[in-house]
């Protein structure tokens, strides 16, 4: 709804629209483990640190080290 903010709602239409559709329980796993105000929504600031906390969702994924780039790649 534009308002900076992202409701149950919104999250789980998101999720929908995403193709991932999700159960009301996992809305609110989600949703407790990205509000850590609880106010019932999630602000910018608690949606990017829940991205970004790697230690807390691991993905499975093997994370490689970057490399360096010569300047043939560029």
Known sequence: NRDGFIDR???KTA????GFPVAD???NVLFR???????????FLEFSNFLCYK?????GLL??????MDDKEI
């Open 25 to 27: 329980d996992y809305i």
């Open 55 to 59: 230690e807390s969702m691991k993905t």
């Open 15 to 18: 999720c929908l629209l995403s």
């Open 9 to 11: 709602h919104e999250l």
């Open 63 to 68: 994370l490689r080290e970057p490399t360096q």
């Open 33 to 43: 483990e990205c509000d850590k105000d609880e106010d019932d929504k999630i602000n």
